[in-house]
Structure formats: structure tokens, C-alpha cells
């Protein structure tokens, strides 16, 4: 079956496109969209472009961030204000990878993928989306949670509060092949603090349900205490609440669940 290809200079016009063709799919990076063409994907009919220069924009205030949804891995990493982002960005594939894959596509990659997504969410981001509904703000969790509806729409940014001191954002990935391979575990947990006790704790799981979740038995164990060795032993033994993860290749649901407190105390000590 032939495959249409369509550009269009405005994100608009590009969203009107995708909301009225079910056969479309919206082509960022690629990583997502010619895999699935490459593997055959019958369903897709129209590929949908669009060379809107707010796709790639990065703005940077003092205390927020928003980044385009076409802006990519490398990108992030070469922008040094963005410096909080490196160690997600960092762990998306290799240099090829990095150089085409985009923010708005990785908030769509299934697990064992999606691993900036997990960051993202711990950063309590907002995600900014176009389509049969028109324009909206959406909180993360939120987007999430109804990913596998918003077919028709397209992510035209995201944005976050930027962290109040370098340690305060903590990311980490468990891999069995480094630094590219699929996650078996992705953590990250932004924790700010307040007269020296943790103050609205958000920590994130990737690979750990069928999309990215939240902590929230570990959150509520740091809530209000100084992030010491009793906190931290809290967080980690309730590390498993609330999970579902699957088995694959890289690791069973079993093995998943046995480790995530162990990493997440790695994590919450910045051990590496």
C-alpha cells in the first residue's frame, strides 16, 4: 500500500491533518514512525510533516523551561542551561538516536523506551497538545494516562520548572546494555526541600506499568523529613507499591519488582 507524505509549514495545519486522518502519523525524529513502516504497519496510510519553527524553540527563564516538540537529544545536550536534562537525554540510544529522536515522540515510546518521559514526569511537566479538541495544556500524569487517546492529537511542547539546586533532580537508568539498550528500570525523583526537609517529592518509574508512573508510596515516605538514611530506607522498602510491570526480554515483572527499591536507595543516597 503507498504512503502519502504531506508537509505543511504550520503546526495548526499539521494537527487539523492528523485529527482527520486516521490513517496519519505525525513524523518527528522517525525513531517511532519508520520502525513501524519499515515493520510493515498497514495502518498507516498519510505520514504528517511540519517545518513550524515552535517545534524547535527552547525557551529558558529563571524558573521554567519549555521545549519544543521537535527539538532532539543532542539538542538538549549541547544547551548548556539544560544541564539538569543531560543525564536523561545522555541515556536515549546512541549518537544516531540522539541526533534524530525528539522530546514529543519519546512521550509516546512504549516501554522498554521512553526513558526522558520518566524524567519529565518527575519534573512535574506540562505538555502542550493540538488536535480535535484544540489547543490545551495538559498536566504529564494527566497526558499519560489517556496517551493511547490522544491519537489525534500532537504535542506541539513541553515545559517544566527548572530545579533549585543541581542535586535536588536525580535521574537514573538500569540498562543491560549501555549506554542504548532498552531500560529494565528508569528512576528520577525531584526533591526540594524546605528548612531542610523534603517538600513535594515527586519520583517517577519507568519500564514499572504500562506507561510511566509515580512513586507516590515512596513520595509520601520522604514528605516533610530530611532526606537521610531512615527517609531513604522509608522510600526504598515501598518502592513496589502500586507497580504492574511486565515481563520482556530484559527483565520479568519478579525481577522488576525485587530491584526498584534497591535502585531507588541508590538513587536517593546519589550513589552511582
Known sequence: MPVTVKTFASFGEAASAVSSDRGARYLGGGTLVMRALNEGDVSIATVVRATDPALMRIDIASSRVTIGAGVTFARILAERDLAFLHAPARSIGGPAVRNMGTVGGNLFAPNPYGDFTVALLALDATVSVQGGLGARDMPIEEFLQSRERQSGALVLAVSCQ????????????????????????????????????????????????????????????????????????????VAAEGVSPADNALGSAWYRREIVGVHLRRLLSGLE
Open 162 to 237: 527548572r530545579p533549585a539546586s543541581a542535586d535536588a533532580f536525580r535521574y537514573r537508568k538500569i540498562a543491560r546494555i549501555k549506554p542504548k539498550g532498552g531500560s529494565v528500570i528508569t528512576l528520577a525523583a525531584h526533591l526540594p526541600s524546605s528548612g531542610g526537609r523534603v517538600s513535594g517529592a515527586r519520583i517517577a518509574l519507568g519500564s514499572m506499568a504500562a506507561t510511566q508512573i509515580r512513586a507516590r508510596a515512596a513520595e509520601r515516605a520522604l514528605e516533610g523529613r530530611p532526606l537521610d538514611g531512615a527517609a531513604i530506607s522509608a522510600a526504598a522498602s
